[in-house]
């Protein structure tokens, strides 16, 4: 059975940084207030510490097998899902391709426990000890017995890293994240709680960026989406700084037909400006109307109304633009 579930696994695990944004996602989905990433060997090592929820003791046992999940009740839960896991497939994933350790501690449990697995088994009863509430996942070795991976890993995988840490920072603003990258002394992403997602641009991308950035919005009733987010003035001239930035339902997609209109049609045909924006969208839509991210590797993403979506926020982002060059 090994060899076809390492190669399943390998499938949803594609790359360290989607380890992350996994681990990031059950981060939130427990609540937690503060997320700390710590990589080491170009991703091979991630710890990630958060002080959310913990995770029961009795459910140490089954947490690294497959379909085990707090999350997914009824069918219908699916329409209306609020947190980002559903389908009980990342820790066991994970499990199958690396060594992890899990230690957690529950709000009401006097202790904390430490479980170890090795190919998804727990390798032994949970130790007790002291800490904090909250859980610190630990993978080892990602990719060890999966030989055709290690291989690929040798291109720079902390950039990717960074991008997902940055991405889930920005939208998630009301929590602290930091990143760090081998055993260095600071972090290379630190964040502090705010009510608005310009802070975390700020201390991630720096002055040049968030200072060039203004505000877009739509609230449309009509059409049952909403949207906020940031683009970058047309005189924005911060090299190598651009980014789409896009997060539906709080999940972050690629759209390649939005990315187009805003990046192709608004900024360069229109606006004639040659550096690439800094945009940074929140798009909620009705559940229903979005095909649901079944599979954890398939970020791109289409919505029943697309065309007519797309081409509001076009409009919206060309009038704030022109609003202020005036
Ligand atoms: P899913 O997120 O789809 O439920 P995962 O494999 O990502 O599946 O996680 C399995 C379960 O482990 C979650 O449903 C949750 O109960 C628990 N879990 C994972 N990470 C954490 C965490 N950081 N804090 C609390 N519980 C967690
Ligand atoms: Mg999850």
Redo the contacts with the bound molecule.
């Keep these: 059975d090994s060899v076809i579930n390492r190669i399943a696994a390998g499938e949803i695990i594609q790359n360290p940084s989607n380890c992350v944004k ?2 990031i ?3 939130i ?2 609540k ?1 207030k503060q997320i700390q990433v710590n990589t080491k060997q170009n991703g091979l090592y991630i710890q ?1 510490i ?1 002080n ?4 029961l003791k009795e ?1 140490l046992e089954i ?1 690294a097998e497959r379909f ?5 009740r009824k069918y219908e839960d699916l329409e209306k899902m609020s ?11 994970i499990a199958e391709i690396s060594r992890l350790t899990v230690q ?1 501690k529950t709000r009401d449990q006097l202790f904390a426990y430490k479980a170890q697995y090795i190919g998804g088994k727990l390798i032994e009863e949970p130790t007790t000890l002291a800490g904090n509430q ?2 610190t ?1 630990t993978i080892d070795d990602l990719f060890y017995n999966v030989p055709m991976k290690t291989k690929t890993m040798t291109n720079d995988q902390f950039s990717k890293i960074f991008d997902v840490v940055s991405k889930y920072a920005i939208h998630n603003h009301r929590i602290s994240f930091g990143l760090k990258k081998n055993d260095e002394k600071n972090n290379v992403i630190k964040t502090q709680p705010s009510d608005t997602p310009i802070n975390a641009i700020r201390l991630i991308f720096g002055n040049n960026v968030a200072n060039a950035l203004i505000k877009v919005f739509i609230e449309n009733i009509g059409l049952k989406f909403n949207l906020q987010g940031y683009v970058s003035k047309t005189d924005f001239n911060a090299l190598k700084k651009g980014q789409f930035i896009l997060f539906i339902n709080h999940r972050n997609v690629e759209s390649k037909s939005l990315k187009k209109a805003l990046f192709e049609d608004v900024y360069r045909k229109i606006l004639n400006v040659s550096v690439i924006p800094f945009i940074y969208l929140s798009l909620e839509v009705d559940p229903r109307s979005v095909d649901v991210n079944v599979s954890p590797t398939k970020h791109e993403v289409h919505l029943l109304n697309e065309d007519l979506i797309v081409e509001s926020i076009k409009n919206v982002v060309h009038e704030t633009l022109m609003k202020t060059n005036e």
């Design positions: 996994e681990l996602e059950n981060s989905d427990a937690a990630i958060d959310g929820t913990g995770i459910n947490l085990t999940t707090s999350k997914l947190t980002y896991g559903f389908r009980g497939e990342a820790l066991a994933s957690t909250g859980t996942i």
